[in-house]
């Protein structure tokens, strides 16, 4: 593993270098260097430092890990590859992403997983640790997100206006989900065993890589979002 | 000619950052400006500025008029105009640093002023009151002359050109201020012009702002019913005013203005306990036409605090962090860590959560 310090590097200049390595990369005094990991497919890159916006942007497969924070739209667009954060993500990660994965230790911000879908043999999957902001899902096509709740702040899970616009994929929410109001067009409920099923794979990967006790994280409730039908906006604009 | 908003759109984001100390610390400018550069991708270098409070501590009790002139006829139009109504007490242009990054500056000049009491009461009205409508009599009637802020012991500087660059230029390491706020320019609809850079500012109310106000012509109709003018063309102005317009005016908490711009939706009102939803009812019924929609994030200064606030959607990113007596707010915490590196309680406000720090009595 080659070691590059991200200053006194622009953006571009940072990302040709971890491109045009040979090996795996740690990027250290990461200060808000935006695009990092872009489209790639083959390398392991950890960061030491604040990574800036759009990180892992079109990620093709290589896999990401952050020490700490990370800003706006974690994994945008991303097609294949892993996003592992330590600390909190800002406003919308997996923004629009196809496949591959994005586990979050902490917190989000609003809008996680916009417009995220699923594509071919792809689905997406995104567990945030903590709680995250308003619009969780907005717009969501495809896919998986599983919010845990593990925040000890006394904040609720999930902000305002969850699930808005949801047309395809699943939402998981750690816990009954109380004082939360969802849509009307999808539906809420206990999630049966079977539900809890199809997740805990990740689940259990989420807990191993962050140390947290796997058994003390699934023996909660969980509450499944899903839109009433699989294209409950179909008379909206025109019929097709 | 300049094309203005409303001539011309030019389609494109923004930073700000700020910092404040709580013990009224004053700190030199060099580090707010460090601070815009992880955030460089924000701006085009059409425009940036900064809003230092509590740089002129032996000049505290004038009015400082920091002032843009396009030739020297605007300039003696003004002079003449200030002359009737204040005491010029100093009047100097405002020392900058020439590099070859800025170019095409104006006339920048700044005026210690002293309200003339016979004046005041000749027009009837209260100081600061007075000395706002000098400002947008300025603004407004005398071509080539713009008020870039007006405030007591507080000024604006701002210019076309990247911030760090704009930063350098004012030589803002040789200033201390206990309060700082940044603005990184990328115009969205409007060319950069020396007068568009952000901070906006009337008395010692400044704005920075990244975002787009797509309620810009509901909420100009509204304000400029109240005797204000929207003459600097760009859509941030209007937020300087409504806050003149909330908070000296109308008296207005700070919170009670966040409720007004950045109002919760009606479904969320319905959801607050009684009391609340009946105070956001009043609020979003009596201001109507100050609900300010479309994407923002912005920093209001203020004489002795700040207050940051997002739209209601939180459309716009802003994070918020703290040290000791310090608080940081930003579009990106990268811009946070170039200020302290060792900030906590690193966070981001709920859209249209206010969040307001104030220096303790005394202190500024």
Partial sequence: MIILNARATDNAALNERVRAAKEDCEIVGCIGERFIGAGLSDKTINIKGIPGNALGAYLNGAKIFVDGNAQDAVGDTMNEGEIIVRGNAGDAPGYAMRGGKIYIKGNAGYRAGIHMKEYRGKSPVIIIGGRCGSFLGEYQAGGLIVVLGLNKDGKRIVGNFPCAGMHGGKVLLRGNADGVVFPDKVTARAATSDDVDYAKPHIQEFCRIFGLDEREVLSSPFTLVTPDSANPYKRMYVEN | ?364
């Fill in chain 2, 1 to 364: 000619m300049l094309l203005k908003e409303g001539q011309v759109r030019i389609p494109s984001g923004c930073a700000v950052s700020a910092v404040i100390s709580r013990e009224g610390e004053l700190m030199s400018g060099e580090k707010i400006v460090a601070s815009m550069v992880p955030m460089h991708e924000r701006s085009n270098g059409l425009g940036g500025g900064f809003a230092g409070y509590g740089i002129y501590p032996d000049m505290a009790d004038f009015y400082a008029f920091h002032m843009f002139f396009t030739d020297k006829e605007s300039k003696k139009a003004c002079e003449y105009f200030l002359k009737e109504g204040f005491e010029i007490v100093k009047a100097e242009p405002i020392p900058v640093r020439k590099i070859p990054s800025i170019t095409d500056e104006p006339l920048i000049f700044r005026y210690f002023l002293s309200p003339l009491r016979s004046r005041i009461a000749d027009a009837q009205v209260d100081e600061r009151e007075f000395v706002a409508r000098a400002a947008m009599y300025i603004n407004v009637r005398i071509s080539g002359a713009y008020v870039v802020s007006g405030g007591k012991n507080m000024g604006v500087f701002k210019a076309v050109g990247f911030p760090e660059d704009v930063g350098e230029f004012y030589r803002l390491d040789e200033y201390g201020a206990y309060c700082w706020t940044a603005h990184g320019r990328y115009p969205t609809n409007t060319p950069g012009w020396w007068g568009g850079a952000h901070p906006f500012s009337l008395l010692d109310y400044t704005v920075v702002h990244n975002g787009e106000i797509s309620s810009y012509d509901a909420n100009r109709r509204y304000i400029e019913a109240y005797g204000y003018k929207c003459t600097l063309q760009t859509d941030t102005e209007v937020f300087t005013y409504i806050a003149d317009y909330l908070l000296r005016r109308k008296r207005l908490t700070l919170e009670e203005t966040a409720s007004v711009i950045a109002a919760p939706f009606w479904t969320t009102i319905e959801s607050r306990p009684l009391e609340e939803r009946e105070r956001l009812t009043y609020l979003r019924n009596i201001f109507s036409g100050l609900l300010v929609t479309g994407p923002f994030s912005i920093i209001l200064g203020f004489d002795g605090g700040l207050m940051a606030l997002n739209d209601r959607l939180k459309l716009r990113s802003m994070v918020v962090a703290e040290k000791d007596d310090k608080v940081f707010i930003a579009s990106e915490e990268a811009a946070i860590r170039v200020l302290e590196p060792d900030a906590v309680n690193v966070r981001a406000p709920e859209g249209g959560e206010p969040v307001i720090v104030r220096v303790k009595e005394g202190k500024y």
